[in-house]
Structures are given as C-alpha cells and as structure tokens.
C-alpha cells in the first residue's frame, strides 16, 4: 500500500512538474507572442506616420505642380507653336492693322462696335462677371473674346485691386494669342513688368513682349530683349522660345 501511495505521490510530482513546464513553455510563447504583437504595433504606428508624412508631402508637390503648369502654361503654347510655325518677317509686315479706333474711346483699348464681343454699355457688367468671363473663355482658348474682358476691364475699372501681375499676364496672353490686338497685349505686360519687376511673371511677359516685337517688325526692339535672356536667363524655356528667332536676327545683322 505504501509503495502504490509513494508511486501516486511520484505521478503528481512528475504531473505537476509537467504542468509547470507546459505553463512556463505557454507563457514563454505567450510572451513571444505578445512581444511580436508590439513590434508588428509599433513598426505599423512608424509607416503609418511616415504615410502622412508622405502623403502631405505629396499634397505640397501637387500643389507646387499646379503653380508651376499654370505658369508654363502660357510657355507652352509658344513652344508648340513656333516648334512647328515660325511665322516670316515677310507674313508679319503683311498683317493687318492690329486695332481699330474709336473717337470717344482710348485707342489702345477699342474696338469696332461690329466686333465688340463685352458691349459694356448694354449689359453694366460688375466687376466680378467681367473678370469671370475673362478667365472663362480665356480657359476655353476664346483669345479674343476674353482679351476684350480684359481689356474692357482694365478700361473701366483702372484702379481695381484685382489688376495684378497675374492678371495683366494673363490679358496680355490673351491678347496675343488673339491675333489682333498687340497695343493690347504691349500695354499689359509693359505695366506688368515696369509695376512688378519682382513678379514670377517677369520673364514670361518680356517673352511676350519679344514676340510681339517680332510680329510687329520691330526687330531692334526684339533685339534688345532677346540680348537680355541671352546674358541672363539662358538656361530657361523663354529663351528656347526665343533663340531660334536671335540666332537668324544676328545672322542677318552680323551682331554678336
């Protein structure tokens, strides 16, 4: 009888020693676990922060993405354009007058009433829907019809605080690509770039002015500006625009 007792005894010894190896084996597995459950935690919390790190990050190059398409936007349509149709001194000299006048009115901003797409007079528009519907059918690439907006609006409200650099670039654009009114578009950009010598419109608005220049035949004058990017901003997307026009002027001038 003793020795069944002392094997039973021996049975819950090595059962409980079992026991006790299978909790501190559950525990060690359990901390394994839990300490692989925290690392998962917080390499997860750290991607998560840098995701909006990156993702704000992302929002700012999206919008400095944005401000700089706008502004080469305007690029663009040159470098398209004179990449496939460079226009010759001959053509542009046989263009018609850029302006009709009209006694009552300032010249540089008139327009034949047959022609006049605003009609002021008839509608009283606001400031506000005028400028609207010169970005409007500025984006919708009606060049006349907004340059008119434009220019109707810089007519009839001179002083008004929304007559920037921005929107004198724009009106001046507007009116180049137009094809009618170069008073209008030197006018603009001549204000823009005397009043804002600052502006991030600069360059773009003596390209402008350059081209209308060469339009207008006025090839002393193109020049002068094309010298300006030549000494200094040659490694910019105006003088891409205009360097195939200098090269041809020197050549034709023998100037270096």
Same mark, same amino acid.
């Given at each position: @009888?003793?020795?069944? &007792? *002392?094997?039973?005894? +021996?049975?819950?010894?090595? =059962?409980?020693? #079992?026991?006790?190896?299978?909790?501190?084996?559950?525990?060690?597995?359990?901390?394994?676990?839990?300490?692989?459950?925290?690392?998962?935690?917080?390499?997860?919390?750290?991607?998560?922060?840098?995701?909006?790190?990156?993702?704000?990050?992302?929002?700012?190059?999206?919008?400095?993405?944005?401000?700089?398409?706008?502004?080469?936007?305007?690029?663009?349509?040159?470098?398209?354009?004179?990449?496939?149709?460079?226009?010759? @001194?001959?053509?542009? &000299? *046989?263009?018609?007058? +850029?302006?009709?006048?009209? =006694?009552?009115? #300032?010249?540089?901003?008139?327009?034949?009433?047959?022609?006049?797409?605003?009609?002021?007079?008839?509608?009283?528009?606001?400031?506000?829907?005028?400028?609207?519907?010169?970005?409007?059918?500025?984006?919708?690439?009606?060049?006349?019809?907004?340059?008119?907006?434009?220019?109707?609006?810089?007519?009839?409200?001179?002083?008004?605080?929304?007559?920037?650099?921005?929107?004198?670039?724009?009106?001046?654009?507007?009116?180049?690509?137009?094809?009618?009114?170069?008073?209008?578009?030197?006018?603009?950009?001549?204000?823009?770039?005397?009043?804002?010598?600052?502006?991030?419109?600069?360059?773009?608005?003596?390209?402008?002015?350059?081209?209308?220049?060469?339009?207008?035949?006025?090839?002393?004058?193109?020049?002068?500006?094309?010298?300006?990017?030549?000494?200094?901003?040659?490694?910019?997307?105006?003088?891409?625009?205009?360097?195939?026009?200098?090269?041809?002027?020197?050549?034709?001038?023998?100037?270096?």
């Amino acid at each position: @009888m003793k020795w069944i &007792k *002392s094997r039973n005894l +021996s049975l819950l010894i090595l =059962a409980g020693t #079992a026991i006790s190896l299978n909790s501190c084996e559950s525990i060690e597995r359990f901390e394994a676990k839990a300490e692989k459950i925290n690392r998962y935690e917080r390499v997860s919390l750290h991607l998560s922060k840098e995701n909006r790190d990156l993702k704000a990050q992302i929002g700012r190059l999206q919008d400095q993405v944005q401000v700089l398409k706008s502004e080469k936007n305007f690029l663009q349509i040159k470098l398209d354009k004179y990449a496939g149709d460079k226009p010759t @001194m001959a053509s542009v &000299k *046989s263009s018609p007058s +850029s302006s009709r006048s009209i =006694a009552s009115v #300032a010249p540089k901003f008139s327009v034949a009433p047959s022609q006049d797409l605003v009609k002021f007079d008839v509608y009283k528009w606001t400031p506000s829907q005028i400028l609207a519907m010169a970005e409007k059918e500025f984006e919708a690439k009606n060049y006349e019809k907004s340059a008119q907006f434009f220019t109707t609006f810089s007519h009839q409200f001179p002083g008004h605080e929304r007559i920037n650099d921005a929107f004198l670039f724009q009106a001046g654009v507007a009116a180049y690509e137009s094809g009618k009114h170069q008073d209008w578009t030197l006018s603009h950009l001549e204000k823009l770039v005397q009043e804002y010598p600052t502006s991030k419109y600069y360059r773009g608005a003596k390209l402008w002015m350059a081209l209308t220049y060469l339009e207008q035949g006025k090839e002393s004058k193109f020049f002068h500006t094309v010298e300006e990017f030549r000494k200094k901003y040659r490694n910019t997307d105006e003088w891409k625009v205009l360097s195939p026009h200098y090269e041809k002027i020197v050549q034709k001038y023998k100037r270096n």
